[in-house]
Nanobody
Framework: QVQLMESGGGLVQAGGSLRLSCTAS????????MDWYRQAPGKQRELVAT???????NYADSVKGRFTISRDNAKNTVYLQMNSLKPEDTAVYYC?????????WGQGTQVTVSS
């Protein structure tokens, strides 16, 4: 069982920045992939960014060049640095971990971007 705890959400004006954190209850070096998803009201949950244990990263087109995913294995934490935020980035952001065939989700953190 893997527990994930997100933090760092909040209210920010358009153009501002936030950094989300996701801390796992186990060593993230043993987790194949850790992702950030988001879900806006009335919309499906969508993948925002991925980082793998091999060091690769991937981003949704809508956030490329603005968001950066990174991991600190020593702290068992994955970060999502979000810059140049737009109102359409408003959503609940969820951390997800994939370990072998198992998927684990955090409880989510709200990000609200005002225009």
């Amino acid at each position: 069982q893997v527990q994930l705890m997100e933090s760092g959400g909040g209210l920010v004006q358009a153009g501002g920045s936030l950094r989300l954190s996701c801390t796992a209850s186990i060593s993230i070096g043993s987790i194949h992939a850790m992702d950030w998803y988001r879900q806006a009201p009335g919309k499906q949950r969508e993948l925002v960014a991925t980082t793998t244990s091999g060091g690769s990263t991937n981003y949704a087109d809508s956030v490329k060049g603005r968001f950066t995913i990174s991991r600190d294995n020593a702290k068992n934490t994955v970060y999502l640095q979000m810059n140049s935020l737009k109102p359409e980035d408003t959503a609940v952001y969820y951390c997800r971990a994939q370990k072998f065939w198992n998927i684990y989700w955090g409880q989510g953190t709200q990000v609200t971007v005002s225009s």
